[in-house]
């Protein structure tokens, strides 16, 4: 009978990290053993550099790994009511493993039972020792398990690091933006294809990275090649690699980028602008797995994932005979649809500020963020070009704005007096004159001569007018 894990891994590591955080002093080692003189013998060897616990059989030992974070076991295999045989001790074995994969446990065996030792080791003991043990050469064993326990633990805390990393980049907090990257997180470890649809500028390569980084073949290469960017001529030796002699040109045996994806992802951008030719070469691949090179006919294995993308509507050029069905249904055994900027709320302006963080970082210059103007423009615009044209409109914003904040004008939008809607020509000049002077405010620091003669009035009229709409 196995225990039931009552707490669940993570949980024992935050309840490790708890305790680590109030200095825990020393890793915890459970002694688990029957005999009561060889339990004090242990307990004053290890006492100064373990916090110790003890257990005389399996349950009580299953019930301390289970309700504390223990980082050591020395687990004697003859344990009662079997104490003659190794029935007991390895069931402990497994049942301790179970609850807490890395504890590092150290067999305690008699000199007749070797066989059982090694049974031990393959169930995951992480040593034995014969008995009667060595103090001195259990101390030594013991140092040696707290080492690599920490390299385990380190390793994992730079996987979980590399995982978090895999979205990092990918700015993302609104719901629409959220469910791709859990379809992401869903797909990435398949094989399957993978169809990234979406208007131009959203952030499909990204998605493709992520995909790739987050597979298992996140070490393998990931090749990119953009299907409407390189002329029809050249793009199936481009996809497919050539032989020597194969056409005009072709002096020496070249990879396409198909053969050079292999292990890895090979996304494939715009596939709406694939030739009809080529559509049925590819589809080939998908079927068969292998090409030929141009001018070759041997036929190479592939393996390697297929992440396409398009920003057309794939449906419609294949009622109109320009995309095959066939090649379409191979693409797409999965979409990820990625919405338009305008429909992610809260993220333009996320994404606005993080661009204008580091756009202003690499230019080396600091802004204070932008106008409240500013931010209302930003996110009333509908950004056709989405994503890359938010970047491009702050990289020129950075280097052209002279103000301490990002105005509406630096960002080349209308300010959001424009564009009001069922507002009398009376408050609808007013709207405007009052957002005007608190913007030149704003921009000539309080500076009201300057204000005035930015905005084309005199001093006492633009006073006039701060009181009027109570703007200090
Ligand atoms: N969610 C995001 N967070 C941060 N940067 C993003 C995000 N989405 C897109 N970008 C950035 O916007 C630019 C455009 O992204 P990407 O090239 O992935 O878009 P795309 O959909 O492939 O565009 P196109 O259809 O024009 O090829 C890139 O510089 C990318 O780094
Ligand atoms: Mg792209």
């Known amino acids: 009978m196995k225990p039931s894990a009552t707490k669940t891994k993570t949980e024992v590591e935050e309840q490790e990290l708890e305790s680590s955080k109030k200095k825990r002093p020393h890793p915890t080692l459970l002694l688990i053993e029957d005999d009561e003189d060889l339990r004090q013998q242990m307990k004053w060897a290890l006492s100064s550099n373990y916090e110790l616990r003890e257990a005389v059989d399996r349950a009580s030992a299953v019930e301390i790994v289970q309700n504390e974070p223990v980082h050591f076991a020395i687990l004697d295999l003859g344990l009662p009511p079997h104490a003659n045989d190794a029935i007991e001790g390895l069931a402990a074995l497994e049942?301790?493993?179970?609850?807490?994969?890395?504890?590092?446990?150290?067999?305690?065996?008699?000199?007749?039972?070797?066989?059982?030792?090694?049974?031990?080791?393959?169930?995951?003991?992480?040593?034995?020792?014969e008995k009667p043990v060595d103090l001195e050469v259990l101390k030594v064993v013991l140092q040696r398990a707290d080492y690599i326990l920490r390299l385990e633990r380190e390793n994992r805390s730079l996987r979980k690091q590399e995982d978090q990393t895999d979205f990092e980049a990918i700015i993302g907090t609104s719901t629409p933006m959220q469910k791709v990257f859990e379809v992401v997180r869903r797909v990435a470890k398949s094989d399957i294809s993978v169809?990234?649809?979406?208007?131009?500028?959203?952030?499909?390569?990204?998605?493709?990275?992520?995909?790739?980084?987050?597979?298992?073949?996140?070490?393998?290469?990931?090749?990119?090649?953009?299907?409407?960017?390189?002329?029809?001529?050249?793009?199936?030796?481009?996809?497919?690699?050539?032989?020597?002699?194969?056409?005009?040109?072709?002096?020496?045996?070249?990879?396409?980028?198909?053969?050079?994806?292999?292990?890895?992802?090979?996304?494939?951008?715009?596939?709406?602008?694939?030739?009809?030719?080529?559509?049925?070469?590819?589809?080939?691949?998908?079927?068969?797995?292998?090409?030929?090179?141009?001018?070759?006919?041997?036929?190479?294995?592939?393996?390697?994932?297929?992440?396409?993308a398009t920003n057309i509507d794939l449906e419609k050029a294949m009622a109109q005979g320009q995309f095959r069905e066939d090649l379409y249904y191979r693409l797409n055994t999965v979409t990820i649809p990625i919405p338009p900027l305008k429909d992610r709320g809260g993220d333009i302006i996320l994404l606005a500020e993080r661009f204008l963080q580091r756009i202003a970082d690499g230019a080396g210059k600091k802004f204070a963020g932008f106008t409240k103007e500013a931010k209302i423009s930003i996110e009333r615009y509908h950004w056709p070009g989405n994503v890359r044209e938010l970047e491009n409109r702050i990289k020129r914003a950075v280097a052209m704005a002279d103000g301490n904040r990002i105005t509406p004008e630096d960002v080349q939008l209308d300010s959001p007096t424009v564009g009001y809607s069922g507002y009398t020509l009376k408050n609808a000049r007013e709207a405007v004159e009052r957002e005007l002077i608190q913007r030149t405010l704003e921009k000539t620091g309080g500076n009201i001569t300057r204000a005035a003669s930015e905005l084309g009035v005199s001093r006492p009229t633009l006073h006039e007018l701060i009181t009027r709409y109570s703007l200090r």
Do not use: W
């Open 95 to 129: 049942d301790m493993l179970s609850v807490n994969r890395d504890l590092k446990i150290i067999m305690a065996t008699g000199n007749t039972d070797r066989r059982h030792a090694l049974k031990a080791i393959e169930l995951g003991a992480y040593d034995f020792l």
């Open 195 to 308: 169809l990234v649809i979406g208007e131009s500028g959203t952030g499909k390569e990204l998605i493709a990275r992520a995909l790739h980084h987050q597979s298992d073949r996140a070490r393998g290469p990931f090749i990119a090649i953009n299907c409407g960017a390189i002329p029809e001529n050249l793009l199936e030796s481009e996809l497919f690699g050539h032989e020597k002699g194969a056409f005009t040109g072709a002096h020496a045996r070249r990879k396409g980028r198909i053969e050079s994806a292999d292990k890895g992802t090979l996304f494939l951008d715009e596939i709406g602008e694939l030739p009809t030719a080529l559509q049925v070469k590819l589809l080939r691949v998908l079927q068969e797995r292998c090409i030929e090179r141009v001018g070759g006919r041997e036929s190479i294995e592939i393996d390697s994932r297929i992440v396409a």
